[in-house]
Every structure is written in structure tokens, then in C-alpha cells.
């Protein structure tokens, strides 16, 4: 039984597009995340919703648009995909102290 | 600004010869240390939380410990299956749970 399950795992795309990546999470918690983890396999905090509600939202182009219809799912929509969009993007949740994370989408712009 | 650095970038060790991890870190009120293992292709999976000096865990091989300006991840008798990039993150008081994530310790446990 996945807690964090996000589809696509990958998703390859041209520059230009856009294209969503969706996500839930079976674990009851209140709090979603998603962040980007670069070439160098950084992972970088973009967005928390809490029950709903955008509570965090970091330096991000406003091309990406976080949705929330219920506390279970969060899902990410990006437009006029660029070429340095390009990584893998990691959903996640917690009932308040670690966070679980699903298996990520490797997103490729060409 | 928080801020969490991990050293070493990378790490080769041979199968049974012990070692550490570190952590360092710079929060404005510490509210938890988390350890993560990611595997190739994976997401981060738990490992352990750490919330004052002094405190310990272990699971099996692996023992965190924290004091007020670092972390460290023992690693007794490593076997190659411990072969992962480790991740350190903490998570600020007033921070919404936000983690904030050092970039790894890739682990390499040779045979």
C-alpha cells in the first residue's frame, strides 16, 4: 500500500507545453508538500498546503500553480514549460514532524 | 538564514569499515533533525528525528546523534545494501514543518 503515490514517474515534454503531475497520499495528514530536487540533487522546498490552504509558497515562477481539492491530493500544474524545469519533483506529507515522500516525477524539457 | 551542510560530498567506504556522517547546521529555534536514506531513482525515505542535544537513535547499523550545531550518522560494520546518498534536513520553530535539506553524503560501501 503506497502512502505517497504521484504519477507520472516521468514525463517527458517540449518547451512551451504545460502539464500536470498529481499526488495523494493515503497516511491522513494534514499537510502536503512539493519539492524540486535539481541536477545536483538538491531538494528545495516550493509549496505546503495545510488542510487546503497554501501556507507555504516559496521563490517559484509563477508558471507553477499548486492545487489542493481535498487534504489527500495536491497537484502541481506548469506552464510554458522551460528548459530549466527540467528535474525531478517530489511530493510529500506529514502530520506534523517527518515527512513522507513519494517516488518522484522526472520531468524532462526539450 | 537557515541552513543545513553536509560533509562529506561523497564517501567510499569497504564493507565492515566504520564511519561518520555530519551534519551542520544553523536554524533559528531547532524544532526537529531529520536523517534521510535515497536511494537511485527513489524518494527519500525516513530514518530518523533527533529534536535536542544529547538525544540518540539507532537502527540496526545506523546511530544519529545531535548536539546543538551538528549531526552525525554513525555507521557501524557497513554492508554494500547501506549504499545510498544520506540526507540531513531540519525543520525550524515557526516554519510551517518546512525541511530544509543539506545536498547528501553519497555512501559507497564496497565488497
Known amino acids: 500500500d503506497t502512502a505517497v503515490s504521484q504519477t507520472p514517474k516521468y514525463l517527458v515534454t517540449q518547451m512551451g507545453n504545460d502539464k500536470s503531475i498529481k499526488c495523494e497520499q493515503n497516511?491522513?495528514?494534514?499537510?502536503m508538500y512539493w519539492y524540486k530536487q535539481d541536477s545536483k540533487k538538491f531538494l528545495k522546498i516550493m509549496f505546503s498546503?495545510?488542510?487546503?490552504?497554501?501556507?507555504i509558497n516559496e521563490t517559484v515562477p509563477n508558471r507553477f500553480s499548486p492545487k489542493s481539492p481535498d487534504k489527500a491530493h495536491l497537484n502541481l500544474h506548469i506552464n510554458s514549460l522551460e528548459l530549466g524545469d527540467s528535474a525531478v519533483y517530489f511530493c510529500?506529507?506529514?502530520?506534523?514532524?517527518?515527512?513522507?515522500f513519494g517516488q518522484g516525477t522526472r520531468l524532462t524539457v526539450v | 538564514e537557515d541552513q543545513v551542510t553536509q560533509s562529506p560530498e561523497a564517501l567510499r567506504l569497504q564493507e565492515g569499515e566504520s564511519s561518520s556522517l555530519n551534519c551542520s547546521y544553523t536554524v533559528s529555534g531547532l524544532r526537529g533533525l531529520f536523517w534521510y536514506r535515497q536511494d537511485p531513482g527513489k524518494g527519500p525515505e525516513f530514518l530518523f528525528t533527533l529534536y535536542s542535544a544529547g538525544e540518540e537513535k539507532e537502527k540496526e547499523r545506523l546511530k544519529a546523534t545531535l548536539t546543538k550545531k551538528e549531526s552525525f550518522l554513525h555507521i557501524t560494520a557497513p554492508k554494500p545494501e547501506d549504499s545510498a546518498t544520506y540526507l540531513c534536513?531540519?525543520?525550524?520553530?515557526?516554519?510551517?514543518?518546512?525541511?530544509?535539506f543539506g545536498a547528501g553524503t553519497r555512501l559507497a560501501v564496497h565488497p
Open positions: 497516511l491522513g495528514h494534514d499537510t
Open positions: 498546503y495545510n488542510n487546503k490552504e497554501l501556507i
Open positions: 534536513a531540519v525543520q525550524a520553530s515557526g516554519g510551517y514543518n518546512k525541511l530544509i
Open positions: 510529500a506529507s506529514t502530520g506534523g514532524t517527518e515527512a513522507f
